[in-house]
């Protein structure tokens, strides 16, 4: 049986599945950003770094080595911050008779691998002044931000008199208690998939290298590292974190507070993580969780889930080793959204 197996692995030409890294470039200033990508399957990424003039103009920005990194992920997306590092026009006082709206959140909120334009703020933004209105939405969005940050950046948007907050959390956001922290050693497989990362050559084999022993390999590495990211999120809002959970429920508690203390509103727009949405999603239970806490707590929120249930995962992604929300994902979300803003600027 081995050998058939074997056999049949090689007459396939099967190799482990494994893609090249993205890469981000800053400018000096940090003021603009590159999301670059080694291939552009769906046509969408639309900066193409071989092109000596695209070089050029962005080296002139203050980019440091374009050349190397269009040698191995050359296509790109913009991204603009402004004064405070958000990827929005700068921030000032609220016009008259606009009502403001100003999302909070990580990667998934910026717009990691998706064009300004496409980016659920943008999407929002359109659509709740297209049924008439004078909304403003703004993408106060920063990469690689848990809680406490999210609440101190919370805690500085209020100076720019935001009529509605709406937090847009990823299930990673939960503050970490440090025991919980300090023991945890997880490939965070369900965001960016490191897993699948290929090194700098391909594997090659060999005659004799057994395809069945790597099959086995790979799917035993995998088996692991899910069960190690799964167990991860799900503890974050279980007893094995309960100090940083609670310090989560306190923040998000006194959001709404300070919110409605302002004549404003505060919402949760939660987002599932784009893994099993069409075969057993494994955070079903992390979303009641979260669900639950909420509705007793009578914080307005959006769960995600029932909206992207059912869909092929891999059609939601940027990348498929970089599983942001892609334009087809925003675009989902803010029309999940836009009516429950639209409600509570009433």
């Not at 007459?11 to 800053?26: G, T």
């Not at 005659?207 to 799964?230: C, K, M, N």
């Not at 167990?231 to 989560?248: F, I, K, Q, S």
């Amino acid at each position: 049986m081995a050998l058939l197996l074997e056999g049949g692995l090689r007459v396939l030409r099967w190799s482990p599945e494994r893609y090249r890294a993205p890469a981000h470039v800053y400018s000096t200033r940090r003021t603009v950003m590159l999301d670059c990508y080694p291939e552009n399957p769906r046509g969408y990424f639309d900066v193409d770094l071989r092109d000596p003039v695209v070089r050029a103009r962005y080296e002139g920005e203050g980019m440091p080595r374009l050349a190397a990194v269009a040698a191995r992920a050359p296509f790109a997306v913009e991204v603009r911050y402004n004064e405070l590092r958000f990827r929005d026009a700068p921030l000032g006082p609220k016009p008259p008779g606009v009502v403001r709206v100003m999302l909070l959140g990580d990667s998934f909120t910026e717009g990691q691998g998706v064009r300004e334009g496409d980016t659920c703020a943008r999407r929002l933004q359109g659509l709740l002044n297209r049924e008439g209105g004078r909304f403003e939405v703004r993408n106060c969005g920063r990469r690689a931000t848990d809680f406490p940050e999210l609440f101190q950046t919370f805690e500085s948007l209020l100076a720019f008199e935001p009529d509605v907050v709406v937090h847009a959390m990823v299930l990673n956001d939960g503050a970490r208690a440090p025991a919980f922290e300090a023991r945890q050693q997880y490939l965070n497989d369900w965001i960016v998939d490191q897993a699948r990362w290929a090194g700098p050559t391909a594997p090659a084999f060999g005659f004799f290298d057994s395809r069945l022993l790597a099959f086995a390999g790979e799917g035993l590495h995998r088996w692991r590292v899910g069960r190690a990211s799964t167990r991860w999120y799900r503890d974050l809002y279980g007893p094995a974190n309960a100090e940083g959970w609670a310090r989560t429920q306190g923040y998000l508690r006194a959001m709404d507070e300070r919110m409605r203390a302002r004549g404003g509103r505060f919402v949760v727009m939660l987002w599932p993580l784009l893994v099993g949405l069409d075969r057993g999603y494994p955070f079903e239970d992390v979303h009641r969780t979260l669900d639950a806490f909420f509705s007793g707590a009578g914080i307005p929120h959006d769960d995600l889930l029932p909206v992207l249930r059912g869909r092929r995962p891999s059609d939601l992604w940027v990348y498929p080793v970089d599983m942001h929300p892609n334009a087809e994902a925003n675009r989902l979300a803010a029309e999940s959204l836009a009516p429950v803003v639209r409600a509570l600027a009433r």
